[in-house]
C-alpha cells in the first residue's frame, strides 16, 4: 500500500504511480517505486498542483521551497543515473518514468539497514532528527553515483541540506568514512594521524591515556556494498527503451498538465497555448505560484522530449540543449575544460566557478538551463557569464528556427530582443574563448554556498594580440536592479585603453555612473552593493593582470606588488580531534553512564521512522486549520469579513475570538486579536477546511478593514524615544563607579547592536488536537518543549479542567527556546477550532508563517562607558542594555534579568553597575532562545574589552587574561563561585590551539597581505545555568517495571534533539543494574508525569535524572530482599518474585530542586545552582574587496564535569556554537518600513550550511572536576556553546582592525552583530568605498 501525508496507510513502505485521469489518454502510466520491496502504485487524479511532498511521511516538510533539503529523496529516469530532489517542488506529475526512492526505500529498522543510515546515526549524526532523513537521501544518492566519492563531491551533495542541530561536523563524519581519503585523520591537514604527531610537535594537543578521541568505532560499520543496492524497476527500463510518444494530460482541480510525448507535438501545444509556460525543473515557477499567487492554468511539460537534451561539440563551441539540467551542465563544461586548452575554456571555467556555489545539488538537479535564462532573475548567476560570453539562443517554433543573442535587451525582458509567445528555448550556444581573451565571474552572497547573491558579474576583455590594448570589454551584473544590468556604455568608452591604473581608476568611475542603484536595490543594502560593482571590476583587473605579466614580456606595468586575489575553495574539515574523559576502568562494562552512546532514535531518524508530530496519520473526520494574521503593525479592526471564505468548496468554519469559550489568552496577549493588532503577523482569525490546500485558499479571501494608529514603533531607539517600555528597568551596581571613573587613566564609550535571530528549528510549529466523545476529552499531540503550559492554556481557553487534557510530546524537531510559549498559542487556537466542529483538528504552520507569527531571540542595543588603566586593568564599568520585546512581555523580562546577571561574564571588576530593559514595540512579540540574553549581552563586555585592548595598544587576550576572575570571589549579585575550572578552558584553550603561535603566523600574513587580512580571537566563558527561580527547578519521573522485567521510564522532559532520553536511560541503566535494552521511553506526556517544568535552561538532564534516579532507588530498594534472598538470581526472576510477593513495581521519583532567588531591591542572590565554564579560539580570513571570510580553525575547551554521555554533549556544544556563529555572521532579519518581516525562509535567512564549518574543528572536554549538586556531576551544555560563537565574531573584527589600521583609518567603537560581508565590506575602507561615497555626494 502506498503511505501518504496524513493518512491512514502504513508508513513504512512508500510509494507511488500514477495514471493520468484525462479523456486523452486511456493507458494507465507506471511509476515509482522506493520502499524496500519495489512497488508499483496507479494513482488516478494526479492533480498538477500536488508535489511529491504532499505524498510522503518519511520525507520532512521543513521549507517547501527547495531550500533546506529536508524533503530530498532520489529520482531515477534511467539506469544508473540517479539523483537527488526536492520533494517539495517536483510536481508528481513530473515523475512519468521515474522511480523515486525515499528514505524508507533505503533500509529499515526493522529489515536491514543501509550503512549510510547506519553510520550517520552512530558518528552521532542526528539530534533532532529532522533534517536526517533528507541528509541521507542526499548521501546514499551520491553513493548511488560514485560509491567511493571525494570529499569535494561529499560536501558538494550535502550543501543543499540544512540541519538546525549538529553543526554538521559528526554528520561530515560519517559521510567522510565512504570517502577515498578518509584513511587517517589528517589531523590540522597535515595528512598525518594525530596519532602519529610527536610530543613536540606544536599542534600536539597533549594526549592523555584518559583520553579519547573517538566517538564511535569505524570498524564496526557494516561495509557498503553497491551491488546490493535496489535494481532499476524492469518495467520502467521497458518504457525508456520504448519511450510512449503519445501526449498525456493530467487534470487538475484547476489545473492542466499536458506532456507530448514529441517535438513537433510540444510546438503545436506550445503555438495553442501560447500563455502557458514550459515547466521543466520548477524552480522558478514553483516558488513563484507558491508565494507570489502567479497561477497557470495550463503547463506544458517538455521533460520527454529528447531534442531538448543533446549537447553537441564543435570546433568552435558547445551547443547545450536547454532542457539540460544544471548538474548535467557543470559536467559538460567540466568535461570540456578538461579536454580544451585553457585559453578556450574561460567561459565555461567562469560558469564552473558560479555552478558549484549556484543552489544546492538537489536544485542544480532539478533545474534546467532554460528555465534559468528564460527566468532572467536579476540574481542569476549564469546569465551575466552567458551574456558576456556571447551566448546565443537556438530558438524554434512551428514556423520555424532563429537565433538570438543573450545580450542585455534580452535579459531586460525587452519584446524585440525575447522570444515569441510560441517560441520556446531549444538550446544554447556558447563559443569558445580566444587567445587573449579573459572571462571572469564574480559573486557575493551571504553565506558562500547555497545563498542566493547580493551581486554578481560577469566580465570579459579580449586584447590586441600581443599587447595590452583593450580590443573588446564587456561588464554585466546581476543583483542590483530589476534584471542583470549590462554596463555597455563604459565598455565601449574603455576600447582601445591601455589596461593600466588610469584606465582602472576610470572604469570605476564610469561604472559607478552606469550601474547606478538609485536608492533603491532588491534587497537593499545600495552602498554595499555599489562598493561591490567596483571591487569586481578592481579584482579582474588585477586578475588579468597576472594573466597578461605571463603573455607580455616584459610587462609595462609593474605588478609585483599585487596580491593576487585567487578564490577560496572551501575544504572539507579533516577529521576533528575531539578529547573526552575516559570513563572509569573499574566501571562496569554494563554501566552506559559517560559512554557516548548513541542517541536513542538515532537508527529511526535515519530511516525515516521516527515519528513527529505531522507524521501522525491522518485521523477520523480530520480537519485542518490555517491562521489570517494582520498585515498591519498597530491599527484598529474595523471589520472582519468572512463571507467570501466560507464561499469557498471544503471550508467549514471561521474561529474568531468570539467562539473562545474561556479566557483569550491575556489582556495584554490575546490568542486571537479582538478589536485592535499590535503588530504585522499577530493571528486575528483561524480557517478550518476540509484540506490544508483549501484552508490556506480561504485565508486570502478573508477582507479585513482596519484603521491605522500611531505612534508605531519597530526600533529600540524609536522605543526610548517614546519611553515605551514593558516593565521596569533591572539595574545591578557593586562599588563606587562615579568615583572609579575619576581615578582612571583612560575612559572609552561605546555602542553595540546586536541583531535578532529566528530559531529556525527544523520542524515547525505543529500540534494535532483530537476531541474525544466523552467528557469534553481533549488529546493534544504537540510539538512543544513545555506540554504542561499547552494543557493549562487550553484548559483555560476551553474552560475545561486540566485533568481532561491531555498533551502528548513524542520528539520535537529542534525547539531552542521558540517551541515554550508558542505552541500553547496554536494549540489553544486549535482546540477552540476542535470544539467548535467537533473535529479533530490539525495545524501545521508554513515556514513563512512561522517566522512572521513566532519573534525570536530578541536584538539588543547596549551602551557601555568602560574606565581603565594603562596597563589594560579595568577599573570601572557601565552597561546599559536595551531589547525589542515586541509587542508582548512574554519572557521579555526574564530575559533583561537573566541579561543582567550575566553580563559581567568571567570579569571581576570592582566598579560595575548593569542596567537593561525591555522596549515595547510593534514587532511580534519575542521570547526565549537559547542563552536566554546571555549571547547578546555579552557580547557589549567583550566589546568592550577589545575596546580597551585597541586604546592601550595591547592584544585582546592580554586584557582578558589581565581582568579575568582569579581566586575564588563572589560574582556582581553576591554569589560565592570557584573560578578554577574557568582558568584551566582558558589556559588549556590557548594551549591547545597554539594561541600565541599562530597570532604571529596570523601578523605576518596580515604584513604581506594588503586585501586579504587574518583574525584570530580567544574568548572565555562563564555561563549560569537553571532559571533564577525554586519552583522551576523540581522534576518528576514514573517508572515502571513490568512482570517480564522491561521497564518503562517517563519523566518531565521532553526530547528536543538533545538526547534527554538517552540520558535518563543511562541513569536508570545504572541505577537499575540493567542493560539499557531492558529499558524503554515512549513519550512526554502530561498524563503520566502531571505539572512539568518546560524543557529549558540546560537543566532538563539535571533534574530530570535526579528524578529518575530517585525512582529507581526506590523500587531498587524495594527489591533489595528479594535480591539477598536470591543473589545469584536474574534480574527477570527477582520481578517476578516481587510481583508474587505485592511488592509495588511502580514508582515516583521526585527532585526537589536547588533553591535559587534573586533579591532585585538589595541585588543580591542565589540565582543559578552552578557554572559551565569554557574558552573557544578561532581564526578567520577575511576578504577586504568583498567583506567574504573563511573560518580557518576553532578550538573549543569546555567544561563539562563528569559529561553523562560525551557524544551527546560535545554534539550540543557543536551546535549551539555553528548556531551562535550563525547570530553572529549570516543570520539577518529583514524588515519592511511598515514592519513586515521580509527574512521568512532560507532564502533570505541565512542559517550556517555545512559548508560555514570551520576547515579545522576541534572540541575537548575538560578532564573532569566535580558538581555534588547535578546528577554524577554532571553538566548541562545545551545553551552554552552558542556564546563561544562569538569567537568567530571578534576574529573577524580583529582582521577588519588590521585592515583599518593599515588603512590609516580611526578606530570606531560602534559594533555590530551579525558581521555580515556587507559590515566586512564597508568597514574595510579603502578607494572604492571613497569612490561611491564620492559619487553620492555629487549625484
Ligand atoms: C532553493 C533555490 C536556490 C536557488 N539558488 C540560486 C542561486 O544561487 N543562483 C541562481 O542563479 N539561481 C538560483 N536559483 C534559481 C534557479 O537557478 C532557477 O530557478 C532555475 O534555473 C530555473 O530552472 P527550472 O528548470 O526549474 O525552470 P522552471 O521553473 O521549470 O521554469 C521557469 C521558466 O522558464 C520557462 N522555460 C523553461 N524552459 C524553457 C524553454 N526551453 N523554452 C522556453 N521557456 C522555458 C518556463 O516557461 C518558466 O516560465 C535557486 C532556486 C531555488 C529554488
Ligand atoms: S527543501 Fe523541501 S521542505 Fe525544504
Ligand atoms: S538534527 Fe538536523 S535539524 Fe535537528
Same mark, same amino acid.
Given at each position: 500500500m502506498p503511505s501518504f501525508r496524513?493518512?491512514?496507510?502504513?508508513?513504512?513502505q512508500a510509494f507511488v504511480s500514477w495514471s493520468p485521469?484525462?479523456?486523452?489518454?486511456t493507458h494507465s502510466v507506471p511509476i515509482i517505486v522506493s520502499s524496500l520491496f519495489p512497488m508499483q502504485v496507479i494513482e488516478r487524479n494526479?492533480?498538477?498542483?500536488?508535489?511529491?511532498l504532499m505524498r510522503l511521511t518519511g520525507t520532512k516538510y521543513a521549507?517547501?521551497?527547495?531550500?533546506?533539503?529536508?524533503c530530498t529523496v532520489m529520482v531515477s529516469k534511467r539506469d544508473p543515473t540517479h539523483f537527488s530532489v526536492t520533494?517539495?517542488?517536483?510536481?508528481?506529475?513530473?515523475?512519468?518514468?521515474a522511480a523515486v526512492t525515499t528514505v524508507e526505500g533505503v533500509g529499515s529498522i526493522k529489515t536491514r539497514l543501509h550503512p549510510v543510515q547506519e553510520r550517520i546515526a552512530k558518528s552521532h549524526g542526528?539530534?533532532?532528527?529532522?533534517?536526517t532523513p533528507g541528509m541521507v537521501m542526499s548521501m546514499y544518492t551520491l553513493l548511488r553515483n560514485h560509491?567511493?566519492?571525494?570529499e569535494e563531491q561529499l560536501l558538494e551533495a550535502l550543501a543543499g541540506n540544512l540541519c538546525r542541530?549538529?553543526?554538521?561536523r559528526p554528520i561530515l563524519a560519517s559521510g567522510k568514512t565512504?570517502?577515498?581519503?578518509?584513511?587517517?585523520?589528517?589531523q590540522k591537514g597535515t595528512g598525518k594521524c594525530c596519532l602519529d604527531?610527536?610530543?613536540?610537535?606544536?599542534?600536539?594537543?597533549? &594526549?592523555?591515556?584518559?583520553?579519547?578521541?573517538?566517538?564511535?568505532?569505524?570498524?564496526e560499520f557494516q561495509p557498503l556494498d553497491p551491488t546490493q543496492e535496489l535494481i532499476f524497476p524492469p518495467e520502467l527500463l521497458r518504457m525508456a527503451e520504448d519511450p510512449e510518444k503519445r501526449t498525456l494530460t493530467f487534470h487538475g482541480e484547476r489545473v492542466t498538465w499536458i506532456s507530448p510525448g514529441t517535438f513537433k507535438d510540444l510546438l503545436e501545444l506550445k503555438a495553442k497555448h501560447p500563455e502557458a509556460p514550459l515547466i521543466l525543473g520548477n524552480t522558478s515557477l514553483g516558488p513563484a505560484m507558491r508565494s507570489k499567487g502567479h497561477f497557470h492554468p495550463i503547463l506544458l511539460s517538455p521533460?520527454?522530449?529528447s531534442e531538448l537534451n543533446v549537447v553537441s561539440k564543435t570546433n568552435d563551441g558547445l551547443t547545450i540543449g536547454a532542457g539540460c539540467s544544471l548538474a548535467h551542465v557543470k559536467d559538460i563544461l567540466a568535461e570540456r575544460v578538461s579536454e580544451l586548452p585553457e585559453e578556450k575554456t574561460q567561459t565555461y571555467r567562469a560558469l564552473l566557478k558560479h555552478l558549484k556555489s549556484l543552489a544546492g545539488q538537489q536544485i542544480r538537479n532539478m533545474a534546467s538551463l532554460g528555465g534559468h535564462i528564460i527566468s532572467r532573475?536579476?540574481?542569476?548567476?549564469?546569465n551575466p557569464i552567458l551574456a558576456v560570453g556571447n551566448t546565443t539562443l537556438n530558438l524554434t517554433s512551428e514556423e520555424g528556427t532563429r537565433r538570438i543573442p543573450l545580450s542585455e535587451h534580452f535579459l531586460a525582458g525587452l519584446a524585440s530582443a525575447d522570444l515569441k509567445p510560441?517560441?520556446?528555448?531549444e538550446s544554447v550556444y556558447i563559443p569558445h574563448s580566444q587567445k587573449w581573451e579573459f572571462v571572469s565571474a564574480f559573486r557575493q552572497a551571504?553565506?558562500?554556498?547555497n545563498a542566493l547573491p547580493d551581486v554578481n558579474a560577469g566580465m570579459r576583455v579580449l586584447f590586441k594580440e600581443g599587447t595590452d590594448i583593450i580590443e573588446d570589454l564587456s561588464i554585466t551584473y546581476g543583483g542590483v536592479g530589476a534584471a542583470t544590468v549590462s554596463a555597455h556604455k563604459s565598455c565601449q568608452q574603455l576600447?582601445?585603453?591601455?589596461?593600466d591604473e588610469l584606465m582602472l581608476d576610470e572604469a570605476c568611475r564610469r561604472l559607478l555612473d552606469e550601474v547606478s542603484l538609485p536608492g533603491w536595490?532588491?534587497?537593499?543594502r545600495v552602498e554595499f552593493k555599489r562598493t561591490l560593482v567596483v571591487s569586481f571590476f578592481f579584482k579582474f583587473y588585477l586578475q588579468v593582470l597576472q594573466e597578461l605579466k605571463k603573455l607580455i614580456?616584459?610587462?609595462?606595468?609593474?605588478?609585483?606588488s599585487l596580491a593576487f586575489m585567487g578564490s577560496w575553495q572551501h575544504k572539507l574539515p579533516p577529521s576533528p580531534f575531539l578529547l573526552q574523559t575516559s570513563v572509569d576502568?573499574?566501571?562496569?562494562?554494563?554501566?552506559?553512564?559517560g559512554r557516548p552512546v548513541m542517541h536513542l532514535s538515532g537508527l529511526k531518524h535515519a530511516t525515516g521512522?521516527?515519528?513527529?508530530?505531522?507524521?501522525i496519520p491522518m485521523v477520523d473526520k480530520e480537519l485542518h486549520m490555517a491562521l489570517v494574521t494582520s498585515t &498591519?503593525?498597530?491599527?484598529?479592526?474595523?471589520s472582519i469579513d468572512l463571507s467570501k471564505a466560507l464561499e469557498i468548496p471544503g471550508v467549514v468554519d471561521v474561529i474568531t475570538?468570539?467562539?473562545?469559550?474561556?479566557?483569550? %489568552?491575556?489582556e495584554d496577549d490575546k490568542l486571537l486579536a479582538v478589536?485592535?493588532?499590535? =503588530?504585522?503577523?499577530? @493571528?486575528i482569525c483561524a480557517v478550518v477546511a476540509e484540506t490544508d490546500v483549501q484552508a490556506k485558499r480561504a485565508i486570502e479571501k478573508i477582507k479585513i478593514t482596519y484603521e491605522e494608529l500611531e505612534p508605531i514603533i519597530f526600533t529600540i531607539e524609536d522605543a526610548i524615544k517614546h519611553n515605551s517600555f514593558l516593565c521596569p528597568e533591572k539595574k545591578l551596581e557593586q562599588g563606587n563607579i562615579e568615583e572609579a571613573f575619576e581615578k582612571v587613566d583612560q575612559i572609552v564609550e561605546g555602542e553595540v547592536h546586536v541583531g535578532g535571530q529566528e530559531?529556525?528549528?527544523?520542524?515547525?510549529q505543529r500540534v494535532l488536537v483530537i476531541p474525544k466523545t466523552e467528557d469534553k476529552e481533549l488529546d493534544i499531540y504537540v510539538s512543544t518543549q513545555d506540554p504542561a503550559h499547552v494543557q493549562k492554556t487550553v484548559s483555560s481557553t476551553l474552560h475545561i479542567?486540566?485533568?481532561?487534557i491531555t498533551c502528548h510530546v513524542k520528539?520535537?524537531?529542534?525547539?531552542?527556546? %521558540?517551541?515554550i510559549g508558542r505552541p500553547a498559542v496554536f494549540g489553544a487556537i486549535a482546540a477552540v477550532g476542535a470544539l467548535k466542529t467537533g473535529h479533530p483538528i490539525r495545524l501545521v504552520l508554513d515556514r513563512e508563517d512561522d517566522m512572521l507569527i513566532t519573534g525570536g531571540r530578541h536584538p539588543l542595543f547596549g551602551k557601555y562607558k568602560v574606565g581603565f588603566m594603562n596597563? %589594560?586593568?579595568?577599573k570601572a564599568l557601565d552597561i546599559e542594555c536595551f531589547i525589542n520585546?515586541? =509587542?508582548?512581555l512574554d519572557d521579555s523580562e526574564l530575559v533583561t534579568e537573566f541579561l543582567i546577571l550575566k553580563l559581567e561574564n568571567a570579569y571581576k571588576i570592582r566598579n560595575l553597575r548593569f542596567r537593561g530593559r525591555a522596549c515595547l514595540t510593534n514587532l511580534p512579540s519575542n521570547t526565549a532562545f537559547r542563552g536566554f540574553g546571555f549571547p547578546q549581552g555579552t557580547l557589549v563586555t567583550e566589546s568592550c574589552i577589545t575596546a580597551v585592548a585597541a586604546k592601550c595598544g595591547l592584544p585582546p587576550e592580554k586584557i582578558r587574561e589581565k581582568n579575568m576572575y582569579q581566586t575564588v570571589d563572589k560574582t556582581i549579585y553576591k554569589q560565592a563561585f570557584n573560578p578554577e575550572s574557568l582558568i584551566r578552558c582558558w589556559n588549556e584553550c590557548l594551549d591547545t590551539s597554539s594561541f600565541h603561535n599562530r597570532r604571529m603566523q596570523v601578523e605576518e600574513f596580515n604584513k604581506k597581505n594588503y586585501w586579504k587580512k587574518r583574525g584570530i580571537a580567544v574568548i572565555p566563558m562563564k555561563f549560569s545555568v537553571g532559571f !533564577?527561580?525554586?519552583?522551576?527547578h523540581q522534576a518528576a519521573a514514573l517508572v515502571h517495571i513490568y512482570t517480564d522485567g522491561s521497564v518503562l521510564v517517563t519523566h518531565g522532559?521532553?526530547?528536543?534533539?538533545?538526547g534527554i532520553h538517552t540520558k535518563m536511560l543511562q541513569v536508570a541503566s545504572r541505577e537499575l543494574k @540493567?542493560?539499557?535494552?531492558?529499558l524503554h521511553i515512549c513519550e512526554t506526556s502530561t498524563a503520566t508525569v502531571p505539572n512539568t517544568i518546560a524543557?529549558? !535552561?540546560?537543566?532538563g538532564a539535571d533534574t530530570n535524572g535526579r528524578a529518575v534516579q530517585n525512582a529507581c532507588q526506590i523500587l531498587l530498594k524495594r527489591l533489595e530482599p528479594i535480591i539477598k534472598k536470591n543473589?545469584?538470581?536474574?534480574w527477570e526472576e527477582w520481578i517476578e518474585a516481587a510481583f508474587e510477593q505485592r511488592i509495588s513495581l511502580s514508582a515516583t521519583g521526585y527532585f526537589r530542586g536547588y533553591k535559587a532567588f534573586m533579591d532585585w531591591e538589595k541585588g543580591e542572590?542565589?540565582?543559578?545552582?552552578y557554572y559551565v565554564y569554557g574558552a573557544a579560539c578561532s581564526e578567520v580570513e577575511i576578504d577586504?574587496?568583498?567583506?567574504a571570510h573563511k573560518k580557518i580553525r576553532t578550538d573549543i575547551v569546555m567544561?563539562?564535569?563528569?559529561?553523562?554521555n560525551p557524544a551527546i554533549d560535545i554534539g550540543q556544544i557543536e551546535g549551539a556554537f555553528i548556531q551562535g556563529m550563525g547570530l553572529y555572521t549570516t543570520e539577518e532579519l529583514k524588515y519592511s518600513p511598515?514592519?513586515?518581516?521580509?527574512?521568512?525562509?532560507p532564502d533570505e535567512y541565512k542559517i550556517p550550511t555545512?559548508?560555514?564549518?570551520?576547515e579545522e574543528f576541534n572540541v575537548s572536554l575538560l578532564p573532569s572536576s566535580q558538581t555534588p549538586l547535578t546528577i554524577y556531576s554532571s553538566k548541562g551544555l %545545551?545553551?552554552?556553546?552558542?556564546?563561544?560563537?562569538?569567537s568567530v565574531f571578534f576574529a573577524i573584527t580583529d582582521a577588519v582592525a588590521a585592515a583599518r589600521k593599515e588603512r590609516d583609518i580611526a578606530e570606531d567603537f560602534t559594533v555590530k552583530s551579525p558581521a555580515t560581508p556587507e559590515w566586512v565590506r564597508m568597514a574595510c575602507a579603502d578607494r572604492f568605498t571613497e569612490m561611491v561615497w564620492n559619487y553620492r555626494l555629487f549625484f
Open positions: 496524513g493518512s491512514s496507510q502504513p508508513r513504512d485521469a484525462s479523456h486523452w489518454v494526479a492533480d498538477p498542483e500536488v508535489t511529491l521549507c517547501g521551497r527547495g531550500g533546506c533539503g529536508a520533494a517539495c517542488l517536483v510536481p508528481i506529475c513530473s515523475l512519468y518514468g542526528t539530534q533532532c532528527g529532522f533534517c560509491p567511493q566519492p571525494s542541530c549538529t553543526g554538521y565512504f570517502c577515498l581519503e578518509s584513511n587517517g585523520c589528517q604527531l610527536g610530543e613536540n610537535d606544536s599542534s600536539s594537543l597533549g &594526549r592523555k591515556s584518559d583520553i579519547c578521541t573517538e566517538l564511535f568505532v569505524k570498524e521533460a520527454r522530449i532573475h536579476s540574481y542569476s548567476d549564469l510560441e517560441e520556446i528555448l551571504q553565506c558562500q554556498h576600447l582601445g585603453r591601455q589596461w536595490a532588491p534587497g537593499g614580456k616584459p610587462f609595462p606595468v609593474p605588478v609585483s576502568s573499574h566501571q562496569p562494562l554494563q554501566d552506559p553512564v521512522e521516527a515519528e513527529f508530530c505531522d507524521d &498591519r503593525a498597530y491599527a484598529k479592526i474595523i475570538a468570539k467562539d473562545i469559550p474561556g479566557t483569550n %489568552g491575556t478589536d485592535e493588532v499590535l =503588530c504585522v503577523g499577530q @493571528i530559531h529556525f528549528y527544523m520542524e515547525t479542567p486540566i485533568n481532561r520528539r520535537v524537531g529542534g525547539g531552542f527556546g %521558540g517551541k596597563n %589594560g586593568r579595568i520585546g515586541g =509587542c508582548t !533564577a527561580a525554586t519552583s522551576y522532559g521532553n526530547e528536543l534533539g538533545q @540493567i542493560p539499557m535494552s531492558y524543557t529549558a !535552561a540546560s537543566i543473589p545469584e538470581g536474574t542572590g542565589d540565582p543559578f545552582p577586504c574587496l568583498t567583506g567544561d563539562a564535569c563528569c559529561s553523562l511598515e514592519g513586515v518581516l521580509y527574512s521568512r525562509g555545512i559548508s560555514d564549518v570551520p %545545551g545553551e552554552s556553546g552558542m556564546f563561544l560563537g562569538s
